[in-house]
């Protein structure tokens, strides 16, 4: 079956700090690829999307490009703020007979401090 | 509305009632989807709905739990004779069509005493 792993959190970083927050992901196919962000008392939200091999999607900031050889998503941020605190989910989607069945990350929650 | 609405917000049950939650999706999304997370756990992917179809109910993880979807717009998730496990928070969400952009519901808080 479908699966995605992410870095285990949580991850707490300075204000202005690198960030790196690692997906990998089996499947049975070539997934659409997204990360998800749920902010303190909010649902979730889209942050970015990739839908084929060496696409980069970006928002906010934030990018993460799909690695078809690593099976690999992983999410970047050159420079971190308070606001980015948050838990970040890695998701994919397969496009196949059973295409809304989305599979998704445990959540990594992290933390910025000033 | 803009978004996706659940209700209730919260809901505090015994064990062992029945429960029925809500999702109203965005206008003229055609797929919806349900999701439980449970505290400090990722998304667990329940069920789907392409307009009032469930191609897939192998998610859901008993048969006290239920699903359904009419005129391709509301959708109820009923779960019967409640254990303490079910607790967690379930979400829905909504996009035009599958692989696109889900846009979340604020989720229901269901806590079984």
């Known amino acids: 079956g479908n699966s995605v792993t992410q870095m285990e959190g949580p991850v707490t970083l300075s204000e202005e700090a690198f960030l790196t927050i690692n997906c990998t992901y089996t499947?049975?196919?070539?997934?659409?690829l997204f990360w998800y962000v749920q902010y303190p008392g909010e649902g979730l939200q889209l942050l970015l999307k990739a839908t084929k091999a060496d696409d980069k999607g970006s928002n906010k900031g934030f990018e993460a490009t799909y690695r078809k050889e690593t099976t690999s998503f992983h999410l970047e941020k050159g420079s971190v703020q308070v606001s980015d605190s948050a838990v970040y989910f890695c998701?994919?989607?397969?496009?196949?007979?059973?295409?809304?069945?989305?599979?998704f990350g445990d959540g990594t929650t992290l933390t910025v401090k000033p | 509305g803009a978004g996706v609405s659940q209700s209730p917000s919260n809901k505090v049950t015994e064990k062992g009632k029945d429960v029925e939650l809500r999702c109203d999706p965005i206008?003229?999304?055609?797929?919806l989807y349900w999701y439980r997370q449970s505290l400090g756990q990722g998304l667990e992917f329940l069920i789907y709905?392409?307009?009032?179809?469930?191609?897939?109910k192998s998610g859901l993880p008993s048969d006290r739990f239920s699903a359904e979807r009419t005129g391709g717009s509301v959708s109820t998730l009923t779960i019967q004779r409640t254990q303490q496990e079910d607790s967690a928070v379930y979400l829905c969400?909504?996009?035009?069509?599958?692989?696109?952009?889900?846009?979340f519901g604020p989720g229901t808080r269901l806590t079984v005493l």
């Open positions: 969400a909504s996009s035009l069509g599958l692989l696109n952009e889900q846009f």
């Open positions: 709905f392409q307009g009032n179809s469930a191609p897939d």
């Open positions: 998701a994919l989607s397969l496009y196949n007979t059973n295409a809304g069945k989305s599979t």
């Open positions: 206008s003229g999304h055609t797929a």
């Open positions: 499947a049975t196919g070539y997934p659409s």
